[in-house]
């Protein structure tokens, strides 16, 4: 990623509209594929501490933990659809 204050970078050349909705589009998707990472480790993990080991190896700190906890559609929760009886 490329750090930045206002529209510099770090090096001082200007970084255009463009450039910059490109790295905004490119951490968005980082968060999400850091977020499914996590969904994938936690379904498939043996128990809560091989969860957690997973999870620091692959360096997700707990706040991408949290974040992807956060927007876990629980099944019970959701409205069904009912279908016409026939």
């Known amino acids: ?3 930045r204050i206002g529209t510099m970078s770090i090096d001082g050349t200007p970084i255009s509209e463009a450039d910059l909705a490109r790295i ?4 968005k998707l980082h968060a999400d ?4 990472a996590v ?3 936690a379904a498939s993990a ?3 501490a091989d969860c ?3 999870l620091s190896i692959l360096g997700l700190e707990e706040e991408i933990v949290a974040s ?3 927007t876990l559609v ?3 929760k959701r409205p069904r659809k009912r279908r016409a009886a026939a």
């Open 39 to 41: 969904r994938v480790v």
């Open 52 to 54: 957690r080991t997973l």
């Open 33 to 36: 594929q850091q977020r499914q």
């Open 46 to 48: 043996l128990d809560a």
């Open 68 to 70: 992807a906890r956060a």
């Open 74 to 76: 629980r099944p019970g």
């Open 24 to 27: 905004e589009a490119e951490e």
């Open 1 to 3: 990623m490329t750090a």
